[in-house]
């Protein structure tokens, strides 16, 4: 197939189509962006942050531009694509003030007259996103690695290549050198080729654990770095004292926002039995209550989903779990894309609902007889990207922490991802860390410097 269509998942309209870059064409983009490395790397911090301020600039003058373009092309409520183009400028602001501090030489006493370490730029990345946050998932890969000094080559979800190439020409308009930030539409034969390049020096990719293991094997086999931010089955832990009135909104958005289509989604809510009745009521009142409607309107929160084949593994994921004995509460109609928000009961740890990631929006419910049960549910995946709990007794949920080998912990709030923090997972859910400083230091050769004198 040579061509690529982006498809509103709402309507059925075909929005664009697309060319394939050749292998030929793939290869002069990397030139491309090897023929600008040394430069960049050479260009002061200062004037990359400024760049990157610029990017701020123009993420928040044309918001409702990107916005749309996002819910056109995977679906996501408008309101809710704004919201994605807001943190990406945040995301930028953030890199842009603090990046000098955070790649600064760090001083190291030692028998030397000066010993540091250098966090020089390793050259071209290849980043490869999926469709769910088309912007975010790669200004949050972009912003830190090119102002690191590194370039960046962009294998984009084939749904959302008009977000794409909006991302190229946003680095373009902001004043960053031509070949410096680049997409590329390419197969996954294509991609496989490019990692065994002597010019990609590090692969990215954030993703399904099929695609983590694809992409892990052949950068391996090439000794290539890789960071893989996989699937989630996030735990929503529900203790006896929590308070529901005050996070119940908390508890519904963690679980429906994007149409459930996240990896840090609440996907298991696993509910302590003094209070299971209470939450079921208001969790079903508040999901039933959710605005279903067209994506492109800013009061509706439940749309569609991405693709008609997505919602279509849904309904299988909730079929085999019903045969196995779960109960449904509310919802489990679909219409080609569309799914409506659903919620099922008497899930047990056999059900693809508890031991799957689900990307929809469908909530799991599993009663627990306690606190100890409760922690050892949610433990209890392969998966391990984040888990939250709601309580009153902070301490109580402190002294748990370790208990759930996630790569994030959230009391009394939802997962998600924030510049200043990082993130990323453990086990099936991939390894090294997005944002903060140990998101910008993925990508930076950690030299070791020693003088005497």
């Not at 190291?108 to 370490?117: C, K, R």
């Not at 902001?174 to 590090?202: M, N, R, W």
């Not at 909530?363 to 433990?379: G, M, V």
């Not at 402190?398 to 924030?418: A, H, L, Q, R, W």
Request: glycine fraction near 6%; charge should be negative; charged fraction near 25%.
């Amino acid at each position: 197939m040579k061509e690529i269509q982006s498809k509103n998942p709402y309507n059925g309209d075909i929005l664009e189509t697309y060319s394939k870059d050749t292998q030929s064409t793939i290869i002069a983009k990397l030139d491309k962006a090897l023929a600008i490395e040394t430069t960049w790397a050479n260009t002061p911090i200062d004037d990359r942050c400024n760049l990157l301020t610029k990017v701020a600039d123009l993420l928040l003058d044309r918001k409702e531009e990107y916005a749309e373009l996002i819910t056109r092309e995977m679906g996501k409520p408008i309101s809710q694509s704004i919201a994605e183009i807001k943190k990406c400028a945040w995301a930028c602001d953030f890199y842009a003030l603090n990046a000098e501090d955070l790649l600064a030489d760090e001083l190291i006493a030692t028998d030397a007259d000066e010993s540091f370490i250098s966090n020089d730029p390793l050259g071209c990345i290849l980043a490869i996103m999926p469709w769910n946050y088309p912007f975010w998932q790669v200004i949050r890969f972009a912003a830190p690695t090119l102002t690191a000094g590194n370039t960046a080559l962009l294998k984009h979800a084939q749904n959302v290549t008009g977000c794409s190439m909006a991302i190229e020409k946003l680095f373009l308009d902001a004043g960053y050198p031509e070949g410096c930030f680049q997409s590329v539409k390419a197969t996954h034969e294509d991609i496989e080729k490019l990692i065994a390049h002597d010019g990609i020096k590090a692969v990215t990719l954030t993703g399904s654990e099929k695609a983590g293991k694809s992409i892990a094997r052949t950068a391996g086999e090439n000794l290539k770095k890789t960071v893989l931010e996989l699937g989630g089955n996030n735990a929503c832990i529900i203790w006896e004292d929590a308070d529901l009135k005050k996070y119940m909104d908390t508890m519904v958005t963690a679980r429906m926002q994007n149409m459930g289509q996240s990896c840090i989604a609440a996907k298991r809510f696993i509910v302590c039995e003094d209070i299971y009745d209470s939450f079921l009521e208001q969790f079903t009142t508040k999901v039933n209550a959710l605005k279903i409607g067209d994506p492109m309107k800013k009061d509706t929160f439940i749309g569609v989903m991405a693709r008609e084949d997505l919602a279509k593994t849904l309904q299988d994921q909730i079929d085999a779990s019903i045969k196995k004995g779960a109960k449904v509460v509310l919802g489990n109609k679909r219409d080609g894309a569309f799914f409506s928000p659903t919620i099922l009961t008497e899930v047990t740890v056999d059900m693809p609902v508890f031991n799957e990631e689900t990307f929809g929006p469908v909530a799991a419910i599993i009663k627990a007889k306690d606190r100890k049960e409760a922690i050892s549910l949610a433990a209890n995946s392969r998966l391990g990207l984040g888990s939250m709990l709601f309580t009153q007794d902070i301490e109580g949920a402190i002294n748990v922490i370790s208990e759930i080998p996630d790569g994030g912990f959230f009391i009394n709030d939802m997962v998600k991802s924030d510049p200043r923090l990082p993130f990323g997972g453990t086990k099936a859910s991939g390894y090294g860390r997005e944002l903060s400083r140990e998101g910008i230091l993925e990508f930076v050769n950690k030299k070791t410097v020693y003088i005497k004198k």
